[in-house]
C-alpha cells in the first residue's frame, strides 16, 4: 500500500511543472478560454486536458514570452487551425452559416409549420350532414 502511495506521489510529482510567471500564466488562461480544443471540441482550451492542448498551452506561453499582443497570438492561431479554433468566430462571408444557420432553420421550420398546421386544418372541415346522410346515419345506429 506504501510503495502505491509512493508511486503516485512519483507520478504527480513528474506532472507538476514549475510555476510560470503569474501574469503569463493569467495572460495565457484569458487566451485559452478564448480558444477552442482541437481534440475536446466542446472544451475551451484552458480546461482541456488533452495531450494537444497543453502543447497549444506552451505554445501560447512561448508566444506571450517572446512578447507578442493577444491579438498575435489569436490571429497565429486562427491562421494555423482556422476560424473553427475561436469560440466566439468573426462575422465574414465564411461564417455566415454558422451565425445566421440557426436563426434561419428556425424562421424556415417555424412556415413549414404553420403551412403544414393550415393545410392539415383545412382538411378538417365539418361540412353539415345532407337530410339523406343523416336518415342513413339514424337508421345505422338503430341498428346497432
Known amino acids: 500500500m506504501l510503495l502505491t502511495m509512493a508511486w ?10 514549475p510555476i510560470e510567471d503569474p501574469a503569463i500564466e ?3 488562461k484569458h487566451l485559452t478560454k478564448e480558444l477552442r480544443c482541437l481534440v475536446c471540441q466542446n472544451e475551451t482550451l484552458a480546461d482541456s486536458q488533452a495531450p494537444l ?3 497549444l ?6 508566444q506571450i514570452k517572446a512578447g507578442k499582443t493577444d491579438q498575435e497570438i489569436l490571429a497565429y492561431a486562427t491562421q494555423r487551425y482556422g476560424d473553427f479554433v475561436l469560440y466566439n ?12 444557420g440557426p436563426f434561419v432553420l428556425l424562421v424556415g421550420g417555424t412556415a413549414f409549420l404553420y403551412r403544414y398546421v393550415k393545410r392539415r386544418r383545412d382538411l ?6 345532407t337530410a339523406d346522410e343523416r336518415s342513413r346515419a339514424e337508421k345505422l345506429l338503430k341498428e346497432t
Open 53 to 55: 492542448a497543453e502543447d
Open 124 to 129: 378538417i372541415k365539418v361540412e353539415p350532414l
Open 8 to 17: 503516485v506521489s512519483l507520478l504527480h510529482a513528474q506532472v507538476a511543472r
Open 89 to 100: 468566430p468573426p462575422v465574414k462571408a465564411t461564417t455566415y452559416l454558422l451565425w445566421f
Open 57 to 62: 498551452r506552451r505554445e501560447i506561453r512561448e
Open 26 to 28: 493569467a495572460r495565457m
